[in-house]
């Protein structure tokens, strides 16, 4: 080997740079994403309450009988049958609104208290009885101030066609509510 030729590879100096520059862009990043999870912790439980209106609306036509989806206290739901029959159980699916989500997503019905959404065989709501119109989803701002949130709202409409919608969002905009 010649001596005073150089090999290849990085220095100490160039390692201790680039290990410098990643660790101030990592600090610089987490708060972002800790804002991007908690804001998918509120589509997921959004998601997950409309999914359980859907399943609810489908069985009423797939079964041909009236079903309900309870929204509980403690954040969960269920889908189960008004009239319990041998075909048509009192639960036919339940679940943890945000199933996996660490934080805790408001849930807030409209109007307040109603926790009933009902469906006839033809899918359309049971008047009377479908009580529920809309659920409100967010983190209380101890969580994540509200200007970070990204809220979102699941509509039943009058037909029964539950739908996932944006209340933040201008009016011209598709997912606006």
Known sequence: ?????????????????????????????????????????????????????????????????????VMNANSTWTVGCITVSANCPASIESSTVGDGANSVVTVTPTPAGAAIAAFNSFGMPIPGVSLLTQLDFTLPASVLPAAQAHPLRVEVGGGGAPRLCDPSVAATDPRAC
Do not use: K
Not at 4 to 19: F, H, M, S, W
């Open 1 to 69: 080997m010649l001596r005073g030729a150089r090999q290849p590879g990085v220095t100490l100096i160039e390692l201790i740079v680039t290990l410098s520059v990643a660790a101030i862009l990592a600090t610089l990043a987490v708060p972002s994403f800790q804002t991007i999870i908690l804001n998918r912790e509120i589509s997921a439980s959004a998601e997950s309450a409309l999914n359980g209106l859907q399943l609810a609306r489908a069985e009423s036509v797939r079964r041909n009988s009236q079903i309900s989806f």
